[in-house]
């Protein structure tokens, strides 16, 4: 729910208080193109007379027009203005010659004259702050009452964007046929495409480059189609998510297609139109199967994906997906109020815990201090440490103990997630769990009702602390991964990333007596998180393939990097400066004759596709560290040195703590059961990863010689 910008009460004539479970629903009266918005407000309940949802994005609040309700007039934004245009159905007298604009099908009766829809600008009183919360209360019941929930992307950008529309939604329907067969033309976007070399293409076949062109030009209209804003909004997640029926519309105003102003814009409006479902399937084929294709064309179809996991199901039909969980996969989407990322939300079924809502809507507190109720209701009442699990931090978290400041939106402790924080990753989920999943030894120390002055609370949980970190990779990005040819690698954030990362790993010092094919095993487990265990339970994340496959198609692409690398070194005096960026030798150069051997045999007959599919995801803006002990992990961006790897009770899997000073230690009452030592005061980086310290059934540190520990997260 946006909050408006404008602050001129709204004709409070026809916002009459509402009973509860009531609902507003607008009549909207026929018109043509031209004709000015006209309709009634009709106070019902919530299971009343069917109407219909718009789904759409409100835009630029200082876009506005004005639209007539009971005789009276209400300014909206631009974007409904047009959604209410497009919609209405059109006068009888003109019902006979073109499809009824409701959906661009022509099915709807043409006699009726007056479209039922709901509208969250015009139904709700905006400027009454007790009914907008009462009202984002129903809104999950709303969407998922409506007979059909319309998503409108706004008006196509004149002709060569409505041909884009057009085209796209061909695309995925002829896509869907096949979808396996539409994968493999796409790929030859992989390696000939515009940021190649130009004799690249000119060495194609005919055949080959009308392929390509074909393939860029359709790929370059489903990109387009998946940029509109429409798609980045977090409102939508539940709208489209609890929606029976959806249908996404666009069109191209009459105007737009005929400068002229002629008989056009009078015209009833011809919608695009393609169904929810359908681009649903599309998109989760793309982010399972083609992860490579759409990072290699910058495609935010992914976005689109996220949706439908927040309500994937099991096989009985329950939710597979948690409200927090599902908090992470929209934390990517925009709101214009930081707060809405948590109460668009509350129509997930698992926004409820014992028949209450996880938190209620309140709009007089900061968003640090709603997310940090959040957490602490989650925590307290599952006894687990998930929600902190899916903290992502942007920047490095504060290393000291601070207060509450309700002038601070972002004040928050560093072991909550702030949705508001761009999010870049996955959730890290690993297959086996690395402790206990509920410790009812956690404790909250310190109030969550953001009083100025008090103090953040901390979190006290006990564990044990795994290793301490000695080298950091860089940040991994999702281009860096696919191999294609030189200019495509020198084009990247980080060329030749593998090479650099082993360099971290296994430098050339020191290494000697370390097992060159377990420690590249583990890197290799670590980066689509897989545990080092035969019969595991599969990941969430990523595409999935058995650990012989993974074995074999991370072999093909160690020897795939090593072919590009001899290449590179071939023109290293020709590079225009950039053999600085170039390693001394490649991975597989620096590897002893037996494992060169070992993986030249893996690699035989296979590909590195799979293991790219695999890996880009879990991977994506994260880093792979080595420990003072030699271990391998992968976890936060802002991972630093000096970071401490811990397990911790009611943690799934591993965490990242670094140390920081007790500001008051001699203050510090004893909270809860903790060991002898003092506790080990720090701030949370985030989850990680570790292979070899994951196994089947060990959820003790104690059983890997790990040292006990406890600990107070700022």
């Given at each position: 729910?946006?909050?408006?910008s404008h602050?001129?009460p709204?004709?409070?004539?026809?916002?009459s208080?509402?009973?509860?479970?009531?609902?507003?629903?607008f009549?909207?009266?026929?018109?043509?193109f031209?004709?000015?918005?006209?309709?009634?407000l009709?106070?019902?309940?919530?299971d009343?007379?069917?109407?219909?949802?718009l789904?759409?994005?409100?835009?630029?609040p200082?876009e506005?027009?004005?639209?007539?309700?009971?005789g009276a007039?209400?300014?909206?934004?631009?974007?409904?203005?047009?959604?209410?245009?497009?919609?209405?159905?059109?006068?009888?007298?003109?019902?006979?010659?073109?499809?009824?604009?409701g959906?661009g099908?022509?099915t709807?009766?043409?006699?009726?004259?007056?479209?039922r829809?709901w509208?969250?600008?015009?139904?709700?009183?905006?400027?009454?702050?007790?009914e907008r919360?009462?009202?984002i209360?129903?809104?999950?019941r709303?969407?998922?009452g409506?007979?059909r929930?319309?998503?409108?992307?706004?008006?196509?950008?004149?002709?060569?964007?409505r041909?884009?529309?057009?085209a796209?939604?061909?695309?995925i329907?002829?896509?869907?046929?096949?979808?396996?067969?539409?994968?493999?033309?796409a790929r030859?976007?992989?390696?000939?495409d515009v940021a190649g070399?130009?004799?690249?293409l000119?060495?194609?076949?005919?055949?080959?480059?009308?392929?390509?062109?074909e393939?860029?030009?359709k790929?370059?209209?489903?990109?387009?189609?998946?940029d509109?804003?429409?798609?980045?909004?977090?409102?939508?997640?539940?709208?489209?998510?609890?929606?029976?029926?959806?249908?996404i519309?666009?069109a191209?105003?009459?105007?737009?297609?005929?400068?002229?102003?002629?008989?056009?814009?009078?015209?009833?409006?011809?919608?695009?139109?393609?169904?929810?479902?359908l681009v649903?399937?599309f998109?989760?084929?793309?982010?399972?199967?083609?992860?490579?294709?759409?990072?290699?064309?910058?495609?935010?179809?992914?976005?689109a994906?996220?949706?439908?996991?927040?309500?994937?199901?099991k096989?009985?039909?329950?939710?597979d997906?948690?409200?927090?969980?599902?908090?992470?996969w929209?934390?990517?989407?925009?709101?214009?109020?930081?707060?809405?990322?948590?109460?668009?939300?509350?129509?997930?079924?698992?926004?409820?815990?014992?028949?209450?809502?996880?938190?209620?809507?309140?709009?007089?507190?900061?968003?640090?201090?709603?997310?940090?109720?959040?957490a602490?209701n989650?925590?307290?009442?599952?006894?687990?440490?998930?929600?902190?699990?899916?903290?992502?931090?942007?920047?490095?978290?504060?290393?000291e103990?601070?207060?509450?400041?309700?002038g601070?939106?972002?004040r928050?402790?560093s072991?909550?997630?702030?949705?508001?924080?761009?999010?870049?990753?996955?959730?890290?989920?690993?297959?086996?769990?690395?402790?206990?999943?509920?410790?009812?030894?956690?404790?909250i120390?310190g109030e969550?009702?953001g009083a100025?002055g008090?103090?953040l609370?901390?979190?006290?949980?006990?564990?044990?602390v795994?290793?301490e970190?000695?080298?950091?990779?860089?940040?991994?990005?999702?281009t860096?991964?696919?191999v294609t040819?030189?200019?495509r690698e020198?084009?990247?954030?980080?060329?030749?990333?593998?090479?650099?990362?082993w360099?971290v790993?296994f430098p050339?010092?020191?290494s000697?007596?370390?097992d060159?094919?377990?420690?590249?095993?583990t890197?290799?487990?670590a980066?689509?998180?897989?545990?080092e265990?035969?019969?595991?339970?599969?990941?969430?994340v990523g595409?999935k393939?058995?650990?012989?496959?993974?074995?074999?198609?991370?072999?093909?692409?160690?020897?795939?990097?090593?072919?590009?690398?001899?290449?590179?070194?071939?023109?290293r005096?020709?590079?225009?400066?950039?053999?600085?960026?170039?390693?001394?030798?490649?991975?597989y150069?620096?590897?002893?004759?037996?494992v060169?051997?070992?993986?030249?045999?893996?690699?035989?007959?296979?590909?590195?596709?799979?293991f790219?599919?695999?890996?880009t995801?879990p991977s994506?803006?994260?880093?792979?560290?080595?420990?003072?002990?030699?271990?391998?992990g992968?976890?936060?961006?802002v991972?630093q040195?000096?970071?401490?790897?811990?397990?911790v009770?009611?943690?799934?899997?591993?965490?990242?703590?670094?140390?920081i000073?007790?500001?008051s230690p001699?203050?510090?009452?004893?909270?809860g059961t903790?060991p002898?030592a003092?506790?080990i005061?720090?701030?949370?980086?985030?989850?990680?990863?570790?292979?070899?310290?994951?196994r089947?059934?060990?959820v003790?540190?104690?059983?890997?010689?790990?040292?006990a520990a406890y600990?107070?997260?700022v």
């Amino acid at each position: 729910m946006n909050d408006p910008s404008h602050s001129k009460p709204q004709h409070p004539e026809y916002y009459s208080p509402l009973p509860a479970e009531f609902i507003r629903v607008f009549e909207l009266e026929a018109g043509k193109f031209s004709d000015p918005i006209v309709g009634r407000l009709v106070p019902q309940t919530i299971d009343g007379e069917p109407y219909e949802a718009l789904s759409y994005v409100w835009g630029d609040p200082r876009e506005r027009h004005e639209i007539a309700i009971d005789g009276a007039t209400l300014s909206v934004t631009k974007s409904l203005h047009g959604a209410l245009t497009a919609f209405r159905y059109r006068p009888l007298s003109e019902s006979n010659d073109i499809s009824d604009p409701g959906t661009g099908t022509g099915t709807e009766p043409a006699q009726r004259q007056v479209r039922r829809l709901w509208a969250d600008a015009v139904c709700i009183n905006q400027d009454d702050l007790h009914e907008r919360t009462s009202q984002i209360e129903l809104m999950g019941r709303i969407f998922a009452g409506a007979r059909r929930v319309l998503a409108w992307l706004g008006w196509e950008e004149g002709e060569v964007g409505r041909r884009h529309m057009q085209a796209a939604i061909r695309f995925i329907h002829f896509f869907m046929e096949n979808p396996e067969a539409g994968l493999r033309e796409a790929r030859i976007l992989l390696h000939h495409d515009v940021a190649g070399p130009a004799e690249g293409l000119a060495l194609l076949s005919e055949e080959d480059q009308c392929r390509f062109e074909e393939q860029a030009r359709k790929w370059k209209s489903v990109k387009v189609f998946f940029d509109i804003e429409y798609f980045h909004r977090a409102w939508i997640v539940q709208e489209l998510g609890l929606a029976r029926e959806a249908v996404i519309c666009t069109a191209l105003k009459p105007a737009d297609g005929d400068p002229g102003g002629g008989k056009a814009a009078e015209r009833a409006l011809e919608l695009d139109v393609v169904d929810w479902p359908l681009v649903g399937r599309f998109v989760k084929f793309l982010d399972f199967k083609g992860a490579s294709v759409v990072t290699h064309l910058s495609l935010l179809s992914w976005v689109a994906h996220h949706i439908l996991m927040v309500w994937e199901t099991k096989e009985d039909g329950t939710p597979d997906c948690d409200f927090l969980t599902g908090m992470h996969w929209t934390r990517i989407l925009g709101v214009t109020d930081a707060r809405d990322r948590v109460y668009s939300l509350l129509g997930h079924p698992m926004a409820v815990i014992d028949g209450e809502l996880v938190i209620k809507p309140d709009y007089t507190v900061t968003r640090g201090v709603i997310y940090t109720k959040l957490a602490v209701n989650l925590i307290r009442r599952t006894n687990n440490l998930y929600a902190v699990n899916l903290v992502d931090h942007e920047d490095d978290p504060s290393v000291e103990a601070r207060d509450w400041d309700p002038g601070d939106e972002s004040r928050m402790p560093s072991w909550v997630p702030d949705w508001h924080s761009i999010n870049r990753t996955t959730p890290l989920h690993c297959p086996i769990d690395a402790a206990e999943t509920e410790d009812a030894e956690i404790r909250i120390d310190g109030e969550t009702e953001g009083a100025k002055g008090t103090p953040l609370p901390h979190l006290l949980a006990r564990g044990w602390v795994v290793d301490e970190i000695s080298a950091v990779s860089r940040r991994m990005e999702t281009t860096d991964f696919p191999v294609t040819h030189l200019t495509r690698e020198w084009a990247k954030t980080n060329p030749f990333w593998l090479d650099h990362v082993w360099e971290v790993l296994f430098p050339d010092e020191g290494s000697r007596d370390r097992d060159a094919l377990a420690v590249l095993e583990t890197l290799s487990l670590a980066l689509p998180l897989v545990a080092e265990a035969e019969n595991q339970p599969e990941s969430k994340v990523g595409a999935k393939q058995t650990l012989e496959e993974h074995h074999r198609s991370f072999a093909a692409y160690v020897l795939e990097y090593h072919e590009l690398w001899r290449g590179a070194s071939e023109t290293r005096s020709t590079d225009d400066g950039r053999g600085s960026s170039l390693p001394a030798h490649s991975l597989y150069d620096g590897l002893p004759a037996a494992v060169q051997a070992e993986l030249r045999r893996r690699a035989a007959g296979s590909t590195s596709e799979k293991f790219i599919e695999c890996m880009t995801w879990p991977s994506m803006c994260r880093v792979v560290y080595r420990t003072a002990s030699g271990l391998v992990g992968m976890g936060s961006r802002v991972t630093q040195q000096g970071d401490l790897v811990c397990r911790v009770r009611g943690s799934t899997v591993l965490m990242t703590l670094r140390r920081i000073h007790d500001p008051s230690p001699g203050q510090r009452t004893k909270t809860g059961t903790a060991p002898d030592a003092a506790p080990i005061f720090c701030a949370h980086i985030g989850p990680t990863v570790v292979p070899a310290r994951i196994r089947n059934g060990v959820v003790n540190g104690g059983e890997f010689g790990e040292k006990a520990a406890y600990f107070r997260i700022v």
